[in-house]
């Protein structure tokens, strides 16, 4: 490693978390017009999901819409891949060890739950290209004997 890369790694470690904490998010208000019936439709939607107003109801669609249109777009993004199966059905953990050794660079961490004498609960969390992720969710849902498999899609940042 030449001096030169080391002096940029020191400055990211160093300043980086000050300007960070300069950093100071700003909340600015605007009005919104909208139909008396979409109206109604966020409104429900504030009640349904447990909002506590309606502006937070806003931001979490806002954040949701930016989250889709980064997987959309085959950016860095994080998720978690969540399988359900019986450990007793035969080559499904070997196959599925296989697959995850096959995308060991996306995988973070896996978490494993006994849930009773048969089911196991795995929850394998992932980080990088989200066309790459979904080529590996869909791998171990694909896998024989895997009750219930889903990819929850989120960002990175
Ligand atoms: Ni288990």
Known sequence: MSTKIRRVKLFIYF????????????VKRFGVSLEE?????????????HFPN???AIRHLIKKSIVEEKWEGNE???GAIVLVYDHHKRGLQTQST????????LILSVQHVHLDHHNCLE????????????????????IKGIKHGRLVMSAAE
Do not use: C, F, W
């Open 15 to 26: 300043y980086y978390p000050i300007t960070q904490k300069n950093i100071v998010m700003q």
């Open 37 to 49: 019936e979409l109206l109604d439709v966020l409104d429900n939607l504030v009640k349904d999901h």
């Open 54 to 56: 309606r502006s937070q």
């Open 76 to 78: 860095e993004v994080a």
């Open 98 to 105: 296989s697959v995850q050794h096959n995308y060991h660079s």
């Open 123 to 142: 929850t394998i969390a992932v980080k990088g290209k989200a066309g790459q992720l979904t080529e590996l969710a869909d791998k171990l849902i694909a």
